[in-house]
Each structure stands twice: as C-alpha cells, then as structure tokens.
C-alpha cells in the first residue's frame, strides 16, 4: 500500500499511527455488513498483536532472532555478571543505573516498606492448607492496595544466607525483572489505564502467571518427574507426537534461535550444583532434549527449548565461561529444586522478581505525554 494514500500519517520510529487508516475507505460490498462501519475508514486487524505497537518504550528491547535482551541498552549478559537485581531495578524504573547514595537511599527505602501489616497473618490463614501459592500471591496483592504499612525492624531474622545461593537467586530474579509487553505487562498496563491502583492492576497480572508462562518452568519439572528415567523419554516422545501428553519447555513466541538468559543460568546452576549437587532429573532432561533436537516432528514446527528447559548454547556471551564443549544449560526450575524450594512455589519466584518490570512499564505509562487513555481495543 502507498503510504502517502494515508491521509496525514507519517512513519516515525519506523511506525506509523494505526488511526491514519482511518483516512482511507474502502468502497462497501453489496453484501456488506453494517457492524463493519466502512465508511468510518480501515480499521487494522492484528490477531495476537503479532505486529501492533500499543505505546513508545525504552525500558526493554527483545530481538529473537540474534537472541538479544537488553535493558535500558544494557545487554542482560553485562548486568547478571557485574550487577544486582535492586540496582538493576533502579535501572528499569528510573532509566539509569544509580550512584552510591541513590542505591543506599532505594535499598534502605525498599527495606523499609518490605515489612507487611500484622493483619496479614490472618489473611494468610484464611486460606486451606493445600492452597497454591500463586492464588494466595494474587489476592496478597490485592490486599496490599488497602494497606501502606511501615517496616518493623524488630520481626527481621538473624540468618545469614549461603552466598552462592543468595547469589544465585539474585541472578535470576536479574534476569527475569522484565521481557518488554507480553502478556503479564500487558495485563498491567490495561487494567492500569482505567487507573486503578498499582496493586490491583499487579494483581490482575499475576493471575496470568497462575496456569500459564509463569508456571512454565514447574510445568517442566512436573513433566520430568512423570517421565522418570530417561529411557521412559522415547515412549513419551511418542506420546507427545499423538497429542497424548504435553511437551513444556519447548518453543518461544519471540526466541527463535538462542535465549540469551539461558548462558547465564547455565553457570548459575554450575555454581549451585557445586553446594547442593545435580538433581537427578537433569539425566531425563538431558535425554528428553536430544530426543526432541533430532526428531523431524520437532524440527520441522521449531520446537527448540527454552529458557525453562534446558539449552545448548550456540554462541558465548562474556561471561567468562570455561572453554569446553557445549553442555545442556539446567533450567531455572532445577535450579530452586536443588535449593529447596517447594515445586508450586516456583511460579512465585517468577513473579516475585517480575513486579520490577511491571511497575516500570506501569511508571511509564502513567507519566507518559498527553496523560492516560483508556486500552479499548476495536473488534
């Protein structure tokens, strides 16, 4: 289509506003149908959003073809080995990474308002005992919208933490604070346009985590567990190919070749491996993943693994890896199994760290030029 047929609409950041479209009308069918309203202009159809733009950020930038995730410019590989998650927080909401004084006056803010209200101890004992933890996490947020409590320094622990695994975990919450406008984000940022409140439009996000993608890698070890040893993977193979079972863990919507997060899980895990030990099921990973990288069925959709599986890395980021022959990269699921973490409790793991992210696109949408608009999607 000839652009210049677009009315007033110019390309700027290589995209152009969909109501310009709204200029051209297409000449009606005999048989039009009314609810089509042709004469108000073209509308644009994009089923899933596989090429709609719904607003201008900077935060976060994704390409899946080269395997690329950078936030603020910053290539993640660079912050995992020279970075925190809170300091990488800062970076996500304020656009830059902090100084000294910034990072010990966010820290001590952060810490400061970390502490929940005494109520929220019955509220948690309302729940049955066999409650998921992502149910209770959503309504926990909601919850939150009526409180603001100050910190009780006086409940704090005297723990002192491994500090490989306290490492460990502050790496992959590093690594999954944010992923630009996916579902999540999404959900944040329309529920956050009619102006609701922080925690409400967070909660309304973590429920998406509840079944789906940020369950994905509880999904996988669930999956291991059933197959048992790996010479049970050809018969599941096989059932997978007859749509009897479920494969998790493989394909991506954005990643096509390699997922950069997944070289840094891998030299997460050979560090925590070190203090706990493999977990067995990284056999019937192993298994599982050459099964599916040498089966036509599996080649010809795609079907690579990702970063919830486990990854043979194509390429080496500067992460200062040993030279060595390419070895499966665990997933991050393995690696909360081998520190302890209860297996329904991996979603809150993802979401937990998430909810820097989702402030951040929530930050900027709020402060963004010309105010809030309603999300109203046209059918």
């Known amino acids: 289509m000839d652009l210049e047929c677009i009315g007033n609409g110019s390309i700027e950041d290589n995209a152009i506003s969909a109501t310009a479209f709204k200029a051209v009308a297409a000449p009606p069918k005999p048989d039009e149908r009314e609810e089509n309203e042709t004469a108000k202009g073209l509308r644009v159809q994009d089923k899933g959003f596989l090429n709609t733009a719904v607003m201008r950020s900077e935060i976060t930038y994704i390409d899946g073809e080269a395997g690329v995730l950078r936030y603020r410019g910053y290539p993640i590989e660079q912050l995992a080995l020279k970075s925190s998650h809170l300091e990488t927080a800062y970076l996500l909401i304020y656009g830059s990474l902090p100084t000294k004084e910034q990072y010990r006056f966010f820290e001590s803010e952060v810490m400061r308002h970390s502490v929940m209200h005494s109520d929220a101890e019955g509220f948690f004992r309302s729940f049955r005992y066999d409650a998921h933890p992502m149910s209770m996490l959503t309504s926990a947020f909601a919850m939150l919208g009526s409180?603001?409590?100050?910190?009780?320094?006086?409940?704090?622990?005297?723990?002192?933490?491994?500090?490989?695994?306290?490492?460990?975990?502050?790496?992959?919450?590093?690594?999954?604070?944010?992923?630009?406008?996916?579902?999540?984000?999404?959900?944040?940022?329309?529920?956050?346009?009619?102006?609701?409140?922080?925690?409400?439009?967070?909660?309304?996000?973590?429920?998406?985590?509840?079944?789906?993608?940020?369950?994905?890698?509880?999904?996988?070890?669930?999956?291991?567990?059933?197959?048992?040893?790996?010479?049970?993977?050809?018969?599941?193979?096989?059932?997978?190919?007859?749509?009897?079972?479920?494969?998790?863990?493989?394909?991506?919507?954005?990643?096509?070749?390699?997922?950069?997060?997944?070289?840094?899980?891998?030299?997460?895990?050979?560090?925590?491996?070190?203090?706990?030990?493999?977990?067995?099921?990284?056999?019937?990973?192993?298994?599982?993943?050459?099964?599916?990288?040498?089966?036509?069925?599996?080649?010809?959709?795609?079907?690579?693994?990702?970063?919830?599986?486990?990854?043979?890395?194509?390429?080496?980021?500067?992460?200062?890896?040993?030279?060595?022959?390419?070895?499966?990269?665990?997933?991050?699921?393995?690696?909360?199994?081998?520190?302890?973490?209860?297996?329904?409790?991996?979603?809150?793991?993802?979401?937990v760290p998430r909810v820097v992210g989702w402030l951040a696109h929530w930050r900027q949408m709020m402060l963004q030029e010309g105010g809030v608009k309603i999300w109203r999607p046209r059918q």
Not at 183 to 199: E, K
Not at 232 to 246: D, G, L, Q, S, Y
């Open 147 to 351: 409180y603001y409590s100050e910190a009780n320094p006086s409940l704090q622990e005297n723990y002192t933490p491994n500090p490989v695994l306290e490492k460990a975990l502050d790496v992959l919450f590093l690594i999954h604070a944010d992923h630009e406008l996916n579902a999540s984000c999404t959900t944040v940022l329309q529920t956050g346009s009619s102006l609701v409140d922080p925690y409400s439009a967070i909660s309304m996000r973590v429920i998406i985590l509840i079944w789906h993608a940020g369950g994905a890698n509880e999904a996988v070890i669930r999956m291991l567990i059933s197959i048992g040893s790996p010479e049970n993977v050809p018969a599941f193979i096989e059932a997978v190919k007859r749509r009897e079972k479920t494969l998790s863990g493989f394909g991506h919507r954005v990643y096509k070749t390699s997922d950069p997060r997944s070289f840094i899980v891998r030299k997460t895990a050979d560090e925590v491996f070190k203090v706990t030990g493999k977990d067995a099921l990284l056999e019937t990973a192993m298994a599982l993943h050459d099964a599916a990288m040498r089966d036509e069925y599996f080649i010809k959709r795609k079907l690579a693994p990702n970063v919830d599986f486990c990854n043979f890395p194509t390429r080496a980021p500067d992460l200062r890896l040993p030279s060595q022959p390419p070895t499966p990269t665990p997933d991050s699921g393995l690696i909360y199994r081998a520190m302890g973490f209860p297996l329904d409790f991996f979603p809150v793991l993802f979401a």
